[in-house]
């Protein structure tokens, strides 16, 4: 099963792709085990290939990277926990829509856990929290706000970046960008949401939920908890 690291204080972003990219190449030659890399980054933002250049609306102020992973515009920085899965699909399955699905089910499952019902929406990659207690959108269209994003790349069919949950970060960050380019909804935070929850304690329930959505490959043992 993959090694799990935490790494603590704020990881730089460009020093994060390239030792992501690094540790796939090792897992697809065999030299390295599988991992979850749990980091918090500096404030900044990251285009996905699929950014538009108008959904960059303050260019200015945060440091933009440009990302070879899927998706458009996301925000990354402190209390966002970032979870980087790299994981070999050749062992799990050659299967980027079931992969990208048990992504979202692991972020559901992990909200579960503080009583958050999160939920996926055709068309949009993430996760989404409805919030009835919100005035619905001109057009009537019920409000809902994005929780988490999930952004991947493959090389060789082993994975890496992953997804980001929103735990206690500065929700004013994302208004620098179209987040994920949807324009019409909001971004929201556990703490936000009114949960007193710390990074630690989405650590251990990203841990906790996993194996529901990652068991061990065909013949490898998993491991009790």
């Not at 499952?109 to 009835?132: C, Q, S, Y």
């Not at 207690?133 to 090389?155: M, S």
């Not at 324009?183 to 990074?199: A, I, R, W």
Request: glycine content about 10%; hydrophobic content about 40%.
């Amino acid at each position: 099963m993959p090694e799990w690291i935490t790494s603590a204080g704020l990881t730089d972003y460009d020093a994060a792709v390239t030792w992501m990219e690094d540790r796939a190449n090792a897992i697809a030659r065999g030299e390295a085990a599988e991992a979850i890399w749990l980091v918090e980054h500096p404030p900044l933002y990251t285009a996905g290939t699929s950014a538009k250049a108008q959904d960059l609306t303050d260019p200015d102020r945060f440091p933009v990277h440009q990302t070879r992973r899927g998706g458009q515009y996301t925000y990354h920085g402190p209390g966002q926990r970032v979870a980087y899965v790299l994981l070999d699909l050749n062992k799990r399955g050659k299967d980027v829509r079931k992969f990208v699905q048990n992504l979202e089910g692991w972020v559901i499952d992990t909200l579960a856990e503080f009583n958050v019902t999160g939920e996926i929406r055709e068309g949009r990659v993430g996760v989404w929290v409805p919030r009835p207690e919100k005035a619905p959108l001109a057009n009537g269209t019920p409000r809902e706000d994005k929780v988490a994003a999930i952004g991947v790349r493959l090389r060789k069919w082993v994975s890496f970046h992953g997804l980001s949950i929103n735990v206690e970060p500065d929700l004013d960050h994302f208004s620098g960008i179209v987040p994920c380019g949807i324009s019409d909804q909001g971004v929201t935070s556990l703490v936000d949401l009114g949960l007193p929850v710390t990074l630690g304690d989405v650590d251990d329930a990203l841990r906790r939920t996993f194996s529901r959505h990652f068991p061990a490959p065909a013949g490898e043992t998993q491991p009790l908890d």
